[in-house]
Structures are given as structure tokens and as C-alpha cells.
């Protein structure tokens, strides 16, 4: 076997030599590589923000008024919950209440005092434009029927009661034959008044019946024959003859005519 020669284990040599040193090249390229890594990775890190302690906020507790209502408690109502009704400043003040109307006395005070056959007479000429008949009703009480014309005006107006001379016929104002029920009449004459306003076009004011039946004893009916220039008739029609007292009432003014039984 020929042994190498010398120039051959040179080349060798160097080529060695070539493969080390590129070998320490990659090393070193390959530690560079890793170092600068890791310090990305550091310098991330140390940029990563840091966590803040939150800011300690006070609480007061609350005030008594503030405090919860205690379980199964209804809360109250505020005004802004339920408000209350005001009143509109335009609003016209309510009227006040009036008293209810006198009413007639009973007979232990008045009625069929001074009782008579009559003729009765009295009342006050009204002034113009009253006192206008608004109500004219009969009932029976306790021993005597009871008949009643009503004014709207301050003064009963000038009046005379009593029985007629005749038991008829009767005639109105035009001269129709107005039929009565009764075996006595009694006339009531009124003057200065009507049951129409006369100041205000002829408005009515009574617009009740001019015939009334009601359940009384000796009273039959009470009957309207005349209104006529402020002139007022009505006929009383009674099963006979009896006493009686006429008499007035103030608040409202009233012509109050008791008939015994």
C-alpha cells in the first residue's frame, strides 16, 4: 500500500479547517439568534402594562329618610307618584247650599186658628215685576185640608177669600162655562200678580195644572177660571160649607188657606 503524500494531507488539513470554522459560524449565528429573542421577549414583557390598584371610593352610609323600608313594607306614595288634583284658577267658585224652603206649620202652632166663615182679605201690592206665582198644590192633615199658593217675589200680593154668593156655573174670561166639583165654592182673588212673568214677554213661571186633585177630605178641587191683566181667580170646590183661617208665610211668600174637616 503507497502511503499519501504530503501534499494531499494538506489539503486535508485545510479542509477541516474550512468545515470547523464554518461550524463555529452557524453556532455563533445561531447563539446571536437566540439571545435577541429572548430580549424581544423581555422588552415585551417590561412594555406590557402594569395592573393599577382601583381608586377606594368612599360610601356615607345612607340618611333615615334614604333607607330601604323593611321587608313586606308598602313604600308611600310621593306627590310625584300620586299628585293632587288642583284646582284651575279660572274655576268659578262653587255656589253655596240654600236652606230648604219654610215649610207650613203644623196645626198645634197655627192652623185653623181664628177659623171662620170669612170673607179674609190682606197682602201687599207688589211692585213691578213680582210676585209671580210659581206653585199652587193642596194636601190633607190632621183635621183640616190645607191649600197653598206660592210667590217668587218678597210680599204676598194683595188677596180676599171667601165662599160665593151662587154655586154656579162658573165662567172664565172668555165666558166659557168652566164645570166645578163641590157643593161650596170658595173664591180667591188675587191682584197684581200672575203665573206668567209679565215684564219678560209673558215667560211662564207656574207651569203647573190649573186643575188640582189631590187626596184631601173636604176639599174636591182646586181650579184656575182667571189670569187676566194681573189678575188672578181660583175656585176651591168643598163637599159643604166650613170654617177656615187665611194666612201668610214668609221665605218664600206664601198664601196659606186651612179648611176644616
Do not use: C, K
Request: proline share 13%; charged share 20%.
Amino acid at each position: 500500500m503507497t502511503a499519501p503524500t504530503p501534499q494531499v494531507t494538506d489539503r486535508v488539513r485545510q479542509m477541516w479547517w474550512w468545515v470547523a470554522g464554518a461550524a463555529l459560524v452557524m453556532v455563533v449565528m445561531a447563539i446571536v439568534w437566540v439571545v435577541g429573542r429572548d430580549d424581544d421577549t423581555v422588552a415585551q414583557v417590561e412594555s406590557a402594562p402594569t395592573a393599577t390598584t382601583a381608586p377606594t371610593v368612599s360610601v356615607e352610609p345612607p340618611s333615615p329618610s334614604e333607607e330601604s323600608p323593611e321587608p313586606g313594607a308598602e313604600p308611600e306614595p310621593t306627590s310625584e307618584q300620586n299628585p293632587q288634583p288642583t284646582t284651575p284658577p279660572d274655576r268659578a267658585p262653587e255656589p253655596e247650599p240654600q236652606p230648604p224652603p219654610q215649610r207650613e206649620p203644623e196645626p198645634d202652632t197655627q192652623a185653623l186658628r181664628g177659623a171662620g166663615y170669612g170673607p179674609f182679605s190682606g197682602g201687599t201690592t207688589p211692585p213691578v215685576g213680582g210676585s209671580w206665582i210659581v206653585d199652587v198644590r193642596s194636601a190633607r192633615h190632621a183635621g183640616y185640608d190645607r191649600v197653598v199658593v206660592e210667590f217668587d217675589g218678597p210680599v204676598v200680593p194683595t188677596y180676599q177669600v171667601g165662599y160665593t154668593v151662587t154655586s154656579g156655573p162658573f165662567h172664565d174670561v172668555p165666558g166659557n162655562v168652566v164645570p166645578i166639583e163641590g157643593e161650596a165654592f170658595l173664591d180667591v182673588w188675587l191682584q197684581g200678580t200672575s203665573r206668567v212673568d209679565m215684564t219678560e214677554d209673558y215667560t211662564p213661571v207656574y207651569t203647573g195644572p190649573t186643575r188640582l186633585r189631590s187626596d184631601t177630605t173636604r176639599v174636591t178641587e182646586v181650579v184656575e177660571i182667571e189670569d187676566f191683566e194681573a189678575n188672578v181667580h181660583w175656585l176651591i170646590g168643598l163637599d159643604g160649607r166650613t170654617e177656615l183661617v187665611v194666612w201668610t208665610l214668609d221665605s218664600p211668600s206664601r198664601l196659606v188657606i186651612d179648611i176644616a174637616h
